[in-house]
């Protein structure tokens, strides 16, 4: 069964510094993944996915992500974080042979002055 | 124009009643779902339909019926309010079923069961 685990619930990162939010997934074949964003009272964004090909991906709002087989993670960055970007951020799993997606329990960004 | 829309946005009401959610979407996706999302935070997929049949129906309570007139709509009607009920309830939509797409989501519906 695939599974998907964020290891932090909330990180705290300084206006203007950097930031990575880890994934980590399980699933026997190649992966489709996903992160999306939650603002405060909205529904969920995609940020950007991965199906296939470059390992390395660009989103949204500045954000990438880097696909790593060997080390089952699928981590979100962005080099410079704004006080907007605040939010909850879920990653998600699945496949064209999986009915559904299967989300992590999501990590909360705080961004400090 | 929205592209996933619920209603309402906001749902208060007694334990014991029954209410109902609805979603539209405007995308021309064959597939629709229903999440709830509790005060943690944790996403849950409770349904999800595609072209007007049921595909996902996890383990939720007999009170929580979905009902798809339409693949446009997919509605969630729930019988004899529990407190535990109370979350906010996610739709959305994506072109196919399955775990190859991205989907949409709806605004959410808050419902508070007191």
């Known amino acids: 069964a695939q599974s998907v685990t964020q290891p932090d619930i909330h990180i705290t990162v300084s206006e203007g510094a950097s930031l990575e939010l880890r994934c980590n997934y399980s699933?026997?074949?190649?992966?489709?993944l996903f992160w999306y964003v939650q603002s405060p009272g909205q529904g969920l964004q995609l940020l950007l996915k991965?199906?296939?090909?470059?390992?390395l991906v660009q989103g949204i709002k500045g954000f990438e992500a880097e696909f790593k087989r060997s080390q089952s993670s699928f981590n979100l960055r962005k080099p410079s974080v704004h006080w907007s970007d605040a939010a909850e951020y879920f990653c998600a799993v699945g496949s064209p042979g999986f009915q559904k997606l299967v989300f992590g329990t999501g990590t909360r960004l705080l961004v400090s002055p | 124009d929205t592209a996933v829309s619920q209603t309402p946005k906001y749902l208060v009401t007694q334990m014991g009643n029954d209410k109902s959610i609805k979603c539209e979407q405007n995308l021309g996706h064959d597939t629709m779902y229903w999440y709830k999302q509790d005060s943690k935070k944790f996403l849950k997929i409770m349904f999800s339909?595609?072209?007007?049949?049921?595909?996902i129906n996890e383990t939720v309570p007999n009170r929580f019926s979905p009902k798809s007139p339409d693949k446009a709509h997919l509605n969630l009607h729930i019988n004899s309010l529990e407190l535990g009920d109370s979350a906010v309830y996610f739709c959305?939509?994506?072109?196919?079923?399955?775990?190859?797409?991205?989907?949409?989501f709806g605004p959410g519906t808050r419902l508070t069961v007191l």
């Open positions: 339909y595609n072209n007007k049949e049921l595909i």
């Open positions: 699933y026997g074949a190649t992966p489709y």
């Open positions: 959305a939509s994506s072109p196919s079923g399955g775990g190859a797409n991205e989907q949409f």
């Open positions: 991965y199906f296939s090909g470059d390992t």
